[in-house]
């Protein structure tokens, strides 16, 4: 089955820099990359996403990137703030039911 | 927006009691999922339901089980509680069709047993 590999682990940047947070996926048949953000008492939340048809996704000071062929897929978070700290988790999705998540990323923003 | 409800947010049980963590999504969703968070593990799937009264296995069923009567709602049975599984329970909702759909969470039910 999918499996998905995520780092770092832990990732602290000064406010202002950006951050990037890489994963890896084994099964080429995955089509759907969702990225989710965790602030501390709260659920993930979907921040960004994008599929296997598209190269690059920007939303404002985030942006996902997919490379198919090495099979894997990045977050980059621009000029960030200390409300972007949190725990961040990538997914790759084949089909609706089966998403596979990576062990998740905690970053912290130091003002 | 879409709403995911669970039930608590904290709860503390003893060993070998049944065990309900409820669920409720506000959306019309097909798809229901439940998961189980612990550090550097990230997210595994427990069970998941298509449709009402419909449930498959995930990666972690054992000691679990799941019943979905209506649509909006999907709750987890432990059967018999144990120590190993204190963790914190996440429960998703996505729509069943045009293709990969995100998936919407709960804030998590954090449970403790003794």
């Known amino acids: 089955g999918e499996n998905v590999e995520q780092h770092p682990s832990t990732l602290s940047v000064q406010e202002g820099d950006s951050a990037v947070i890489k994963c890896t996926y084994s099964?080429?048949?995955?089509?759907?990359f969702p990225w989710y953000k965790q602030e501390l008492g709260k659920g993930p939340q979907l921040i960004i996403d994008?599929?296997?048809?598209?190269g690059e996704k920007k939303d404002q000071r985030i942006a996902v990137t997919l490379n198919k062929t090495a099979k894997h897929f990045s977050l980059h978070i621009t000029e960030t703030q200390p409300e972007d700290s949190a725990v961040y988790f990538c997914?790759?999705?084949?089909?609706?039911?089966?998403?596979?998540f990576g062990a998740g990323t905690r970053l912290t923003v130091k003002p | 927006d879409v709403k995911v409800t669970q039930s608590s947010r904290y709860l503390v049980k003893r060993t070998g009691e049944k065990v309900f963590l409820e669920c409720v999504q506000d959306?019309?969703?097909?798809?229901m999922f439940w998961y189980r968070q612990d550090p550097g593990l990230g997210l595994r799937l427990i069970y998941f339901?298509?449709?009402?009264?419909m449930k498959e296995k995930g990666d972690i069923p054992e000691g679990y089980s799941v019943s979905r009567e209506k649509k909006e709602r999907f709750s987890l049975i432990l059967e018999s509680a144990s120590t190993n599984q204190t963790s914190m329970y996440l429960c998703?909702?996505?729509w069943g069709t045009g293709g990969n759909q995100p998936q919407h969470f709960g804030d998590g039910t954090r449970l403790s047993i003794l």
């Open positions: 994008i599929r296997s048809n598209v």
């Open positions: 997914a790759a999705s084949q089909d609706n039911n089966d998403m596979r």
């Open positions: 998703a909702s996505s």
């Open positions: 339901s298509y449709d009402v009264k």
């Open positions: 099964d080429s048949a995955s089509n759907y």
């Open positions: 959306m019309d969703h097909e798809n």
